[in-house]
């Protein structure tokens, strides 16, 4: 399984931007997808996740500008963010947690990460 991400770029203050990640591969099933970001010098952090029922999970600093959706059937998930700022400049990173078959165990899988950078 592969994490394939797509949608990072360079924006100005105030802009949007729309992340979406795909899980290519056989595989059958897939728990919490998620959103990480990593700026220069900093810790990875979540940025937002969400459960098979869609049940959502924010970071404060990006509460009620970030949302984040899945589509089950396409294995994707995708983070469209509104309200940038150059606080939110990083490396996001995709992360879904993966069933390959139903012999396994849950599975662990990162994307390889895409920048968005915000700046005037």
């Known amino acids: 399984v592969q994490l394939v991400e797509s949608g990072g770029g360079s924006v100005q203050p105030g802009g949007s931007l729309r992340l979406s990640c795909v899980a290519s591969?056989?595989?059958?099933?897939?728990?919490?997808m998620g959103w990480y970001r990593q700026a220069p010098g900093k810790q990875r952090e979540l940025v937002a996740s969400?459960?098979?029922?869609?049940?959502?999970n924010y970071a404060d600093s990006v509460k009620g500008r970030f949302t984040i959706s899945r589509d089950n059937a396409k294995n994707t998930v995708s983070l469209q963010m509104n309200s940038l700022n150059p606080e939110d400049t990083a490396v996001y990173y995709c992360?879904?947690?993966?069933?390959?078959?139903?012999?396994?165990?849950?599975?662990?899988?990162w994307g390889q990460g895409t920048q968005v950078t915000v700046s005037s």
């Open positions: 992360r879904q947690v993966v069933m390959l078959t139903p012999a396994t165990t849950w599975r662990t899988y």
């Open positions: 591969g056989r595989l059958f099933d897939i728990d919490v």
């Open positions: 969400i459960t098979t029922n869609s049940g959502t």
